[in-house]
């Protein structure tokens, strides 16, 4: 009986290097897992922000121009259009869907006419809204505002929230928006996110390593635009939830574990017997 006990026995410890193993190989070092690495040396060594985060307008935007003005009897011709409302003092136009941009850059504005947005700053087009409000001798002293409506980001991938994200204002970060979608999942690949963007005629894809600081913070998709796309990629094939490398260590790990628990009974009984 004792010479099978210590033949199990010499088992156990391959059987226990095999579990410890299966772990190891299994976890992710903690390095690769947290964000914005050496960022704490900005504190003493502040970094001077050079990304231009102003929006400019690009086709398929949707602009709400709203025209403001102390006297309101001026703003009565906009709001006898059908696309023009007229609330007190000021006028929205086209305050429901927004003028839409054409391919070419253009918006059709009622009452003045096609205008060149694309490629404009939201005030940039502002001041030549007033301008043609004032050259025309519509409004005398015109406030306008114009907002982007509609801008919107998607994050797909490794995230726990993916899907398209509708933004009110026009600044986000890359890691607002990753914030936005309930940040990486630990299958994330935290250090190579890819982010591809639309820049006029071109398809642009830059990567961030988010466990870097420097690399974030400089990044030139630090500061998301309309329509860019963020994907998170998952970690190698072991650490994708549903793969085959990983469910094959799932059931291996799980028969060690459930031989060495028979071992281990099987040897409480020898030494129970033998005494």
């Known amino acids: 009986m004792l010479n099978c006990y210590f033949r199990q026995m010499k088992y156990i410890p391959k059987i226990l ?6 772990g190891l190989v299994s976890c992710v070092p903690s390095k690769k897992m947290v964000y914005l690495q050496g960022a704490d040396g900005l504190e003493q060594s502040p970094q001077t922000i050079v990304q231009d985060y102003e929006l400019k307008i690009v086709p398929d935007d949707q602009l709400l121009i709203t025209v ?5 009897e001026l703003l009565e011709i906009f709001s006898n259009s059908q696309v023009l409302g007229s609330t007190g003092a000021s006028t929205t136009i086209q305050e429901t869907v927004g003028l839409r941009v054409d391919k070419d850059g253009k918006i059709e504005v009622p009452i003045l006419g096609e205008m060149q947005a694309g490629g ?3 005030r940039e087009l502002a001041d030549a809204v007033e301008n043609k409000l004032i050259e025309g001798e519509y409004v005398k002293d015109p406030v306008v505002n114009v907002q982007i409506k509609g801008f919107k980001v998607s994050v797909m991938g490794e995230v726990n929230s993916p899907g398209v994200q509708t933004i009110s204002g026009d600044r986000i970060t890359l890691l607002e928006a990753l914030t936005m979608a309930g940040d990486l999942t630990p299958s ?6 890819l982010v591809i963007r639309e820049d006029g005629d071109q398809r642009k894809t830059y990567t961030v390593d988010l466990t870097s600081g420097e690399k974030v913070l400089e990044s030139p998709c630090y500061y ?3 329509n860019d796309v963020i994907y998170v990629q998952p970690n190698k094939s072991i650490g994708v ?3 085959s490398t990983l469910s094959f260590i799932s059931a291996g790990s799980s028969i060690i574990s459930l031989v060495a628990s028979v071992l281990s009974i099987v040897s ?3 030494v129970l017997k033998d005494k």
Do not use: C, E, T
């Open 17 to 22: 290097l095999a579990v410890i193993l299966v």
């Open 68 to 72: 403001s003005s102390k006297d309101g």
């Open 120 to 122: 404009l700053s939201r």
């Open 188 to 193: 994330g690949k935290r250090d190579n996110i």
């Open 224 to 226: 998301l635009k309309q």
């Open 241 to 243: 939830k549903g793969s």
């Open 268 to 270: 409480m009984i020898i």
